[in-house]
C-alpha cells in the first residue's frame, strides 16, 4: 500500500511564498502521474497542477498558472508545489494524489495540508 504525506502548509501574507511537499511510502512502483488538488471551505475540491512521472510534462489551472510550479524527485518518491505570489483565494486544504499504473484517475491521496493567505 502506498500513502502519501503532505506538508509545508501554513500562514502567511497576500504575496507570500510556500513550499508544499507530498512524500511517498510503501510500495515503490512509478505512479502514472501526480498532481495537486485543493478544497476551499464550502467548495468542491479542483485541480491545480500534475505533473506525468516519467516525461515530466506539467499542467496547471488558469488559477495559478505563472504562480504555481510543480516538481519531482523520482528516487525520492517526492512531489513539490512551488507557491508563489499568494492571493486570498489560494485558501484550501492542499492535497497531493497519484494515479498508479492501470488507474484511469487518481486513486491515492493524502490528507491534506492547511493553506492560509491573510491580506
Known amino acids: 500500500q502506498v500513502q502519501l504525506v503532505e506538508s509545508g502548509g501554513g500562514l502567511v501574507r497576500a504575496g507570500s511564498s510556500l513550499r508544499l511537499s507530498c512524500e511517498g511510502s510503501?510500495?515503490?512502483?512509478?505512479?502514472?502521474?501526480m498532481g495537486w488538488f485543493r478544497q476551499a471551505p464550502g467548495k468542491e475540491r479542483e485541480f491545480v497542477a500534475s505533473i506525468r512521472w516519467s516525461g515530466g510534462t506539467t499542467y496547471y489551472s488558469d488559477s495559478v498558472k505563472g504562480r504555481f510550479t510543480i516538481s519531482r524527485h523520482r528516487v525520492k518518491n517526492s512531489v513539490y508545489l512551488q507557491m508563489d505570489s499568494l492571493k486570498f483565494e489560494d485558501t484550501a486544504v492542499y492535497y497531493c494524489?497519484?494515479?498508479?499504473?492501470?488507474?484511469?484517475?487518481?486513486?491515492?491521496w493524502g490528507q491534506g495540508t492547511q493553506v492560509t493567505v491573510s491580506s
Open positions: 494524489a497519484a494515479q498508479r499504473v492501470g488507474a484511469q484517475d487518481y486513486n491515492v
Open positions: 510503501g510500495r515503490t512502483a512509478n505512479p502514472v502521474a
